[in-house]
């Protein structure tokens, strides 16, 4: 079974998973008062924090996202962590978003982060790869937490030949709160 969305044909897997995205604790798919603006500070579960600004004109979105980690070496990701979560002894990226904003409360909107090269080691190996992550997301309203970001992203690295494109991508989803998760939630 197919469905075609924007003229995006969907498979019965990628439904399952639209699906189940919604029947996280209580959310409500179009939300209320809380989801009506997706301005201001936001974080994910690991304490990476990203702020949005929404534009006057109703449609662009600019922010800067925040990576958490600082304790890792050598520029290492961190496993299980969060597109861009990479850290060096200099301590946590940050780096500039530019954006969509939904066209509606609890409607569907994404943004990018273009994160600059890394810096080689110390002795002078790796370094200078670029990466790119999008999101797509929406607010959900909970009844736990408030309103809540539920997102999908897409890490893109550089490689040096096409046939290492396999280690270039990777993709996960994260979801991003009004406040700061204490560690024992």
Known sequence: MYHLLSRVTLGATSIRMMRSAMSWKGARRLCCTDCSSIAGTW??????????????DGETLKGEYCSSVSDLENGDEREGGNPGDTATKDGPLSAPLFGTQPERPGGTFGWVVNWEPTKPNEDGTGGGVLSTTTWTAQCVETTAYGPMLQTTWILRSEVESPEERWLSTLVGQDTFFRKKPKKSD
């Open 43 to 56: 974080f994910n579960e690991l304490g990476s924090k990203m702020e949005l600004r929404p534009s006057d």
